[in-house]
């Protein structure tokens, strides 16, 4: 009999009403209960197996992206990986414990027993290296590359832990994420890459075979005592599918049961996502006082935006259409209750509902723009292409400081300042120190994780086509180098400041004609227009079902470009609120800011950082950012009268092709908004602002014309706004 939920296998520390639970999950994740597990019997259920023997294919995406380094950025985008290479993404490796003092490299330093820290930051830095072809962020990775590589263990193990009880299959899967890019990018690693991954999943194969260990937290085991690592089991789905399709050398059966002994451990666990993204299981909102019966590991923000990978990983071995379908669920039931304005999860960590004071973790966002991009490779729709976008655009570059030197642990959609709040009530099991910028503002994750946002974002921003064309997905500026077919060597510039402009203008070589295709996002508009070398004016968009926009490309040299057209939209939301978009960009109230800065503290203790972890030139800073005197914050809208503003000295800079660098900062992105408001009172509840559409609006004085700008470069915003019907107001004055 096979053993399920509920029956042989029971959990009854990880169901439990709120109280008791936030206790049992503080308590976790200080390590001191530790799940048991029950019997789990000897018998497996078999997910999938491949009908023929020999047959492991896998269903392939509608949009497949080139090997990583055949995307380059340009413009504002290479701006902003040069300044991620040069701010602490590429610079942690020299100073920062949970890199620089690594235990995978030979130092002393994790931050748990999870073992992940390094294994997220190569993750995030081969992408980096490659993308952006830097050879100072090439020498880190290769140098830790060769270390784990010389120091794969006799029975394979990759990684430094020697027994049982340490050795988590968990952050291999980041290693090997890693590890699955190296080997695209750089020729000369791929065949020792492989060679190690084979070794590898031969020996977790072994372990999973053998009641699951390395996955499962037997007797004495300590590696993943909360179940971090058991409820992410189909992250080794990508590496290994990479494996089998490209290098399955005789392995392809061993490779197949591993990914599925991956699954069948987490079911038995009890963290299986198909039970989760559903309308019946699926919380709508989570509030003290609502009665659920989950496991915590599905409410907790950053899994969810790994779990969105669950089913489709899944679908892509079984091809079953039911897979597929509930992915395109998942993303649903997460976007109506769940999704931020800016494009992120709201949980803190674990979600509750769309208040926009509660918190937003980073590496949410990191792994939701990872999600989205996936998914929308496997199923195409056009409003998965907008989301990665609207995440790239709006909730990651809000919560890293335009020097790429600090970021947040958690951003709020309305967040009139940012500093160690007098409380941490508001927030689940986050400190009141997490909105700070800074090195480590609260779990160390998001530091090594955040990364791998942008590099990823770009490798993805181009891919082919199963028609065989070749398109420009997310419309950043950049170059692809492509071989369509057996030998149509084809190489595409776009040049653009989108989303800031609205203009792509694209260069192309070619061997051959082919047909290039370019994303129209959902929100532009019919009177877009497309023009190519061969067209005489430019014509209206004719975008097909999945939104993608066909130009006939002859060989040779060639141009075309792509003119979109967008107005402002409003959204609204619960109890008489909106907010407000123009284009790809959240737009939202800008609060500037006075800064002071502070000596990074240790996210747990709080005690300043020995001099030993921090950047010896001493960027590494925490900051705290408060609204400028006589700035107000506390503002409704009355969204009817908009206007767009197109600003002086940025304008001149866009039309020479670049815009300031850095963009993300107030005052530098070339649009703003003027949206028509009034001052109300606007209680504080909690040390921040209070839920808008939970009070009454007074509203104060005369309206004027409010100034709105990218989300992303007001690291103090309001961007959910009570509503209300306004005089006219001069908005160009
Ligand atoms: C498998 O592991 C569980 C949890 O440690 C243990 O209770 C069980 O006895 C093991 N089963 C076998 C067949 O070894
Ligand atoms: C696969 O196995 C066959 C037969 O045992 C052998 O001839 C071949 O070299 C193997 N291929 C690889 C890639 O290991
Ligand atoms: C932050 O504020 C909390 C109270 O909310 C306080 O306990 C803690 O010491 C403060 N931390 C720092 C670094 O100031
Ligand atoms: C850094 O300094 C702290 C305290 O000053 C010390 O405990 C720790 O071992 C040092 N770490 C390294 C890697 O030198
Ligand atoms: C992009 O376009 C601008 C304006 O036409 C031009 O000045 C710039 O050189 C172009 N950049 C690239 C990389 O083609
Ligand atoms: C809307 O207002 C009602 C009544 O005041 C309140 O109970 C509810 O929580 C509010 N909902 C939101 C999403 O603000
Ligand atoms: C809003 O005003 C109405 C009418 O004055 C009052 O009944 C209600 O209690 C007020 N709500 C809040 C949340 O203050």
Same mark, same amino acid.
């Given at each position: 009999?096979?053993?399920?939920?509920?029956?042989?296998?029971?959990?009854?520390?990880?169901?439990?009403?709120?109280?008791?639970?936030?206790?049992?999950?503080?308590?976790?994740?200080?390590?001191?209960?530790?799940?048991?597990?029950?019997?789990?019997?000897?018998?497996?259920?078999?997910?999938?197996?491949?009908?023929?023997?020999?047959?492991?294919?896998?269903?392939?995406?509608?949009?497949?992206?080139?090997?990583?380094?055949?995307?380059?950025?340009?413009?504002?985008?290479?701006?902003?990986?040069?300044?991620?290479?040069?701010?602490?993404?590429?610079?942690?490796?020299?100073?920062?414990?949970?890199?620089?003092?690594?235990?995978?490299?030979?130092?002393?330093?994790?931050?748990?027993?999870?073992?992940?820290?390094?294994?997220?930051?190569?993750?995030?830095?081969?992408?980096?290296?490659?993308?952006?072809?830097?050879?100072?962020?090439?020498?880190?990775?290769?140098?830790?590359?060769?270390?784990?590589?010389?120091?794969?263990?006799?029975?394979?193990?990759?990684?430094?832990?020697?027994?049982?009880?340490?050795?988590?299959?968990?952050?291999?899967?980041?290693?090997?994420?890693?590890?699955?890019?190296?080997?695209?990018?750089?020729?000369?690693?791929?065949?020792?890459?492989?060679?190690?991954?084979?070794?590898?999943?031969?020996?977790?194969?072994?372990?999973?075979?053998?009641?699951?260990?390395?996955?499962?937290?037997?007797?004495?085991?300590?590696?993943?005592?909360?179940?971090?690592?058991?409820?992410?089991?189909?992250?080794?789905?990508?590496?290994?599918?990479?494996?089998?399709?490209?290098?399955?050398?005789?392995?392809?059966?061993?490779?197949?049961?591993?990914?599925?002994?991956?699954?069948?451990?987490?079911?038995?666990?009890?963290?299986?996502?198909?039970?989760?993204?559903?309308?019946?299981?699926?919380?709508?909102?989570?509030?003290?006082?609502?009665?659920?019966?989950?496991?915590?590991?599905?409410?907790?923000?950053?899994?969810?935006?790994?779990?969105?990978?669950?089913?489709?990983?899944?679908?892509?071995?079984?091809?079953?259409?039911?897979?597929?379908?509930?992915?395109?669920?998942?993303?649903?039931?997460?976007?109506?209750?769940?999704?931020?304005?800016?494009?992120?999860?709201?949980?803190?960590?674990?979600?509750?509902?769309?208040?926009?004071?509660?918190?937003?973790?980073?590496?949410?966002?990191?792994?939701?723009?990872?999600?989205?991009?996936?998914?929308?490779?496997?199923?195409?729709?056009?409003?998965?292409?907008?989301?990665?976008?609207?995440?790239?655009?709006?909730?990651?570059?809000?919560?890293?400081?335009?020097?790429?030197?600090?970021?947040?642990?958690?951003?709020?959609?309305?967040?009139?300042?940012?500093?160690?709040?007098?409380?941490?009530?508001?927030?689940?099991?986050?400190?009141?120190?997490?909105?700070?910028?800074?090195?480590?503002?609260?779990?160390?994750?998001?530091?090594?994780?955040?990364?791998?946002?942008?590099?990823?974002?770009?490798?993805?921003?181009?891919?082919?086509?199963?028609?065989?064309?070749?398109?420009?997905?997310?419309?950043?500026?950049?170059?692809?180098?492509?071989?369509?077919?057996?030998?149509?060597?084809?190489?595409?510039? *776009? $040049? /653009? %400041?989108? &989303?800031? +402009?609205? =203009?792509?203008? !694209?260069?192309?070589?070619?061997? #051959?004609?082919?047909?290039?295709?370019?994303?129209?996002?959902?929100?532009?508009?019919?009177?877009?227009?497309?023009?190519?070398?061969?067209?005489?004016?430019?014509?209206?968009?004719?975008?097909?079902?999945?939104?993608?926009?066909?130009?006939?490309?002859?060989?040779?040299?060639?141009?075309?470009?792509?003119?979109?057209?967008?107005?402002?939209?409003?959204?609204?939301?619960?109890?008489?609120?909106?907010?407000?978009?123009?284009?790809?960009?959240?737009?939202?109230?800008?609060?500037?800011?006075?800064?002071?800065?502070?000596?990074?503290?240790?996210?747990?203790?709080?005690?300043?950082?020995? *001099? $030993? /972890? %921090?950047? &010896?030139? +001493?960027? =590494?800073?925490? !900051?705290?950012?408060?609204?400028? #005197?006589?700035?107000?914050?506390?503002?409704?809208?009355?969204?009817?009268?908009?206007?767009?503003?197109?600003?002086?000295?940025?304008?001149?800079?866009?039309?020479?092709?670049?815009?300031?660098?850095?963009?993300?900062?107030?005052?530098?992105?070339?649009?703003?908004?003027?949206?028509?408001?009034?001052?109300?009172?606007?209680?504080?509840?909690?040390?921040?602002?209070?839920?808008?559409?939970?009070?009454?609006?007074?509203?104060?004085?005369?309206?004027?014309?409010?100034?709105?700008?990218?989300?992303?470069?007001?690291?103090?915003?309001?961007?959910?706004?009570?509503?209300?019907?306004?005089?006219?107001?001069?908005?160009?004055?």
């Amino acid at each position: 009999m096979a053993p399920g939920i509920g029956d042989q296998v029971s959990f009854p520390v990880l169901y439990a009403n709120r109280s008791s639970y936030t206790l049992l999950l503080g308590a976790m994740l200080l390590g001191r209960v530790s799940v048991a597990l029950v019997a789990l019997g000897g018998s497996q259920v078999v997910l999938s197996e491949p009908t023929d023997q020999n047959d492991y294919t896998l269903v392939q995406p509608v949009y497949k992206p080139l090997d990583l380094g055949s995307v380059k950025p340009l413009g504002w985008f290479k701006d902003q990986l040069e300044l991620e290479a040069q701010g602490l993404s590429g610079n942690m490796f020299d100073f920062y414990r949970f890199v620089h003092d690594s235990r995978y490299i030979g130092g002393s330093t994790e931050y748990s027993a999870l073992d992940e820290a390094s294994p997220y930051w190569f993750n995030g830095l081969v992408p980096l290296a490659f993308g952006l072809g830097d050879e100072r962020i090439r020498g880190q990775v290769k140098y830790y590359l060769d270390y784990i590589l010389d120091h794969q263990q006799e029975d394979g193990w990759i990684g430094f832990e020697t027994t049982q009880a340490t050795r988590g299959l968990w952050a291999r899967c980041l290693l090997l994420l890693g590890l699955i890019q190296y080997a695209e990018a750089d020729p000369t690693q791929t065949e020792r890459i492989v060679d190690a991954m084979h070794r590898y999943v031969v020996l977790a194969h072994d372990m999973l075979k053998n009641n699951y260990t390395g996955l499962l937290v037997h007797d004495g085991d300590i590696f993943d005592t909360a179940g971090f690592g058991v409820g992410r089991t189909h992250e080794m789905h990508i590496p290994l599918q990479w494996l089998l399709e490209r290098y399955p050398r005789n392995n392809s059966q061993i490779i197949w049961e591993t990914m599925d002994l991956m699954i069948e451990g987490g079911v038995l666990w009890g963290a299986d996502w198909r039970t989760f993204w559903t309308d019946e299981a699926y919380p709508k909102v989570l509030y003290d006082t609502t009665p659920y019966d989950l496991s915590w590991v599905f409410i907790h923000g950053v899994n969810m935006a790994e779990g969105l990978r669950y089913t489709l990983s899944l679908y892509r071995n079984s091809g079953d259409p039911a897979l597929k379908a509930q992915t395109r669920k998942a993303v649903d039931l997460l976007t109506s209750y769940h999704r931020s304005l800016a494009g992120t999860i709201i949980g803190d960590e674990y979600i509750s509902d769309l208040n926009p004071s509660r918190g937003a973790e980073l590496c949410i966002a990191a792994e939701v723009m990872f999600s989205a991009a996936y998914i929308y490779q496997y199923l195409g729709d056009n409003d998965l292409a907008d989301w990665a976008e609207q995440t790239a655009f709006n909730a990651f570059p809000v919560s890293v400081s335009a020097d790429w030197w600090s970021h947040q642990y958690v951003q709020q959609e309305n967040q009139p300042w940012s500093r160690n709040l007098t409380t941490d009530e508001l927030w689940w099991d986050v400190g009141s120190y997490s909105n700070v910028f800074g090195l480590e503002p609260n779990y160390p994750c998001c530091t090594v994780n955040h990364p791998q946002a942008y590099p990823k974002f770009l490798a993805n921003s181009f891919a082919t086509t199963s028609s065989g064309g070749l398109a420009h997905l997310f419309l950043v500026p950049g170059t692809a180098a492509a071989q369509l077919g057996d030998d149509n060597a084809v190489f595409v510039t *776009a $040049n /653009t %400041t989108y &989303p800031f +402009g609205h =203009t792509i203008a !694209y260069t192309i070589s070619a061997a #051959s004609s082919f047909d290039l295709y370019v994303r129209i996002p959902t929100w532009a508009g019919a009177d877009s227009t497309v023009s190519s070398s061969g067209s005489a004016d430019p014509a209206p968009v004719s975008p097909d079902e999945r939104g993608l926009q066909r130009i006939a490309v002859p060989a040779g040299e060639s141009t075309a470009s792509v003119q979109l057209t967008a107005e402002p939209r409003v959204v609204e939301r619960a109890n008489g609120t909106a907010a407000v978009y123009y284009g790809a960009l959240l737009y939202a109230l800008a609060i500037p800011h006075d800064t002071a800065s502070f000596s990074p503290i240790n996210y747990r203790s709080g005690a300043v950082l020995p *001099a $030993n /972890t %921090t950047d &010896p030139s +001493g960027r =590494t800073r925490d !900051y705290r950012l408060t609204p400028q #005197s006589g700035t107000v914050w506390n503002i409704a809208i009355d969204p009817r009268q908009i206007e767009v503003v197109r600003t002086g000295a940025a304008e001149e800079k866009e039309e020479e092709g670049s815009l300031p660098n850095p963009i993300w900062e107030l005052g530098a992105p070339p649009v703003e908004l003027r949206v028509a408001a009034v001052e109300i009172d606007w209680p504080i509840v909690m040390d921040t602002a209070a839920d808008p559409g939970t009070f009454n609006v007074t509203a104060r004085g005369e309206p004027f014309a409010a100034r709105f700008v990218p989300y992303g470069s007001s690291k103090l915003h309001m961007a959910l706004l009570p509503v209300l019907e306004l005089d006219e107001v001069d908005l160009k004055g």
